[in-house]
Structure formats: C-alpha cells, structure tokens
C-alpha cells in the first residue's frame, strides 16, 4: 500500500469555486478544512476524478482493515481496535464485522452480564465496557467493584493509572438511572482527573484529558471527533498507517460528497 506521504490523491482533496461561482451569490455552506493541507480542485471534473481515486482506495484499505480485525490474537486488541475505528470515524464501514467480533466477546467473556476473562487492568476493563455497551450489550457495571477498597470507595492509588481513570470516566456517562456505582466512578474520576490535568506534562495524554473534561467522547459529535482525533491520532509515533489513511480518505471524500450536494441545491 502507498504510504501517506505518496498517496496520488492527496494533492486533490477540496473543491474550489471557480471564478464565476465567487462573483454570485450564492450562499456558501461551512465546512472544516481539509486534513491534508490546502490543497484545492480548480475544476469539478477533477473533484469526479478525486471521488473516483479515493474510492477505490477506501475500498482496498477497507480490506486490510477487516483483515486486522480478523487477525488480532486477543480479544482486548479487538476492542481497542474496535474503539479507535471509532474515534476516527470509519466505524460505518464495519458494522458487519463490529457485530460478529463482539457477539464473540459476549458470548466467550462475560457472565450473566458481566464481563470475565478479559485482562484485568482498570484500562482495559472500563473500555470494554464503553465499547459493548456503546453497541448494545447489556453489560454490568458490578465488574468495577474489583476496584475499591474495604471501605466501598474507589481505591486512591488508581491515581497513578491516568489511562485507566480516563477510560472509567468515559464509561460512566454511559450509566442509566440506578448504577449506582458507575455514579461514584464518575464524581471520583471527574474528580481526580480534575486535580491530575493541572499536573500532567504537555503530553498527548494532558490534551486528551483535558478534552474529555470538557466534553465526553459519548456526547460528542462524530464527524467532529473524527477530525479532532484525527490530527491528535497521527501525532502518535505508532500510528497505523492503513487506520490513518482510511480515515482521511474518508474525511475528504464525504466532505467532498456534501460540498457538491450542497452546491447542487444551492444553484
């Protein structure tokens, strides 16, 4: 696969209006930029040309992204995989193989509702939790209770474990009325988690943080996560490069789609 930096369709990502079109007045929609860089189409039969190249190319990234998915040895690779699709919002081209993945982890991880087998770290619990139940699971919260101390309250050395406290966080907006516990796990993550963002060191972490205190991913956006998280994702030196692309591709190729949809409504 053509990495990033060669992909032929980058340089082809947003329509520009010609000349004539800047002189009417028509009204002009508000779109985010695009994720690579200014480039722009000076003609509508090069943005055809760019649908028809990224297409293609999503088609095959697809693939290998299904392939990843069917390859990852351990359930938990399969969720973070799962959850960072997400992120990235290419998660409708998998819905298929997003059911079949997790029926299998339902079916082989958790009991009576409640999720075993899987590592037991804070981390990988709470996401597992997130992602089942963002997909309709019913999944039990009483798997955090491993997590406090004799006194019924939230263990103060999870402290220590940044990433496990952002993941509970994010899990516990999506609790429904009497969870009791997914309550405290919010007003003790928010909590520290409060006190922990004015401490971190500039960090990809601290941005993340910082972000979900302010917004929760369960109640952002999708197409505004997926162009946030995008920029944050490919800061990561062990970024995947396939997930990267797709993503992009993506971005650019419905922004595309609308920007003519609205442009044909408008004439």
Same mark, same amino acid.
């Given at each position: 696969m053509s990495s990033i930096n060669n992909t032929s369709v980058? %340089?082809?990502?947003?329509?520009?209006?010609? /000349?004539?079109?800047?002189?009417?007045?028509?009204?002009? /929609?508000?779109y985010h930029p695009s994720i690579w860089k200014d480039y722009f189409l000076q003609y509508a039969s090069e943005s055809m040309e760019f649908d028809h190249e990224a297409k293609s190319q999503i088609e095959t990234l697809k693939k290998e992204v299904?392939?990843?998915?069917?390859? /990852?040895?351990?359930?938990?690779?399969?969720?973070?995989?799962?959850?960072?699709i997400c992120h990235l919002g290419i998660q409708y081209h998998f819905e298929r193989e997003f059911d079949e993945v997790l029926q299998q982890i339902h079916n082989n991880h958790t009991k009576n509702g409640e999720i075993i087998t899987l590592e037991d770290n804070l981390r990988s619990l709470a996401l597992s939790f997130r992602v089942l139940r963002q997909h309709g699971y019913d999944i039990?919260?009483?798997?955090?209770n491993k997590?406090?101390?004799?006194?019924?309250?939230?263990?103060?050395?999870?402290?220590?474990?940044?990433?496990?406290?952002?993941?509970?966080y994010e899990a516990s907006h999506l609790r429904i009325h009497g969870e009791d516990i997914l309550d405290e796990a919010y007003e003790f993550t928010s909590t520290k988690l409060k006190s922990i963002a004015t401490k971190l060191s500039p960090s990809l972490l601290a941005e993340q943080v910082k972000y979900? !205190?302010?917004?929760?991913? %369960?109640?952002?956006?999708?197409? @505004?996560?997926?162009?946030?998280?995008?920029?944050?994702?490919?800061?990561?030196?062990?970024?995947?490069?396939?997930?990267?692309? !797709? /993503?992009?591709?993506?971005?650019?190729?419905?922004?595309? @789609?609308?920007?003519?949809?609205?442009?044909?409504?408008?004439?």
């Open positions: 980058l %340089h082809n990502c947003i329509i520009k209006s010609d /000349a004539k079109s800047n002189k009417s007045d028509r009204k002009n /929609a508000n299904v392939k990843m998915l069917i390859d /990852a040895s351990k359930p938990i690779s399969k969720v973070n995989l799962i959850d960072l039990s919260p009483n798997v955090f997590f406090k101390d004799v006194n019924e309250n939230f263990n103060e050395e999870l402290v220590t474990d940044v990433e496990g406290l952002l993941e509970l979900s !205190l302010n917004q929760s991913y %369960h109640q952002s956006l999708p197409r @505004l996560e997926a162009r946030r998280y995008i920029s944050i994702y490919e800061q990561y030196s062990n970024h995947n490069r396939t997930l990267l692309t !797709l /993503a992009k591709l993506d971005f650019n190729y419905l922004q595309n @789609l609308h920007r003519r949809e609205v442009g044909n409504i408008c004439k």
